[in-house]
Nanobody, 127 residues
């Protein structure tokens, strides 16, 4: 069992930046790959980014590539999502998720790939 708590959301103007954090507790954080997802009002939850257990591999949705960076610090049991050049379409509730997997397994990009979820943090980007 792992518990995830997101923080760092807020209101920002278009072109601005935010850094989201996902703090984990419970089982050894380094055993889990981490993903970030988001859900805008009236839309389905969508994949944003994922990072492997040691942090050496990452994958991004096309819509955020070159603007967002996922990272993790296993010594702090925390994952991060640095979001730059934010756009109004980035407005959503952002969730972090975790799944236990072997180091070499492919990173998951679907909801069903992850078994543990945080409560979400709201990001609002004004135009």
């Amino acid at each position: 069992q792992v518990r995830l708590v997101e923080s760092g959301g807020g209101l920002v103007q278009a072109g601005g930046s935010l850094r989201l954090s996902c703090a984990a507790s419970g089982r050894t954080f380094s055993m889990f790959a981490v993903g970030w997802f988001r859900q805008a009002p009236g839309k389905e939850r969508e994949f944003v980014a994922a990072i492997s257990r040691p942090g050496s591999n990452t994958i991004y949705a096309d819509s955020v590539k070159d603007r967002f960076t996922i990272s993790r610090d296993n010594t702090r049991n925390t994952a991060y999502l640095q979001m730059n050049n934010l756009e109004p379409d980035d407005t959503a509730v952002y969730y972090c998720a975790a799944r236990s997997q072997i180091v070499t397994a492919p990173l998951g990009t679907t909801d069903q790939s992850y078994g543990y979820w945080g409560q979400g943090t709201q990001v609002t980007v004004s135009s």
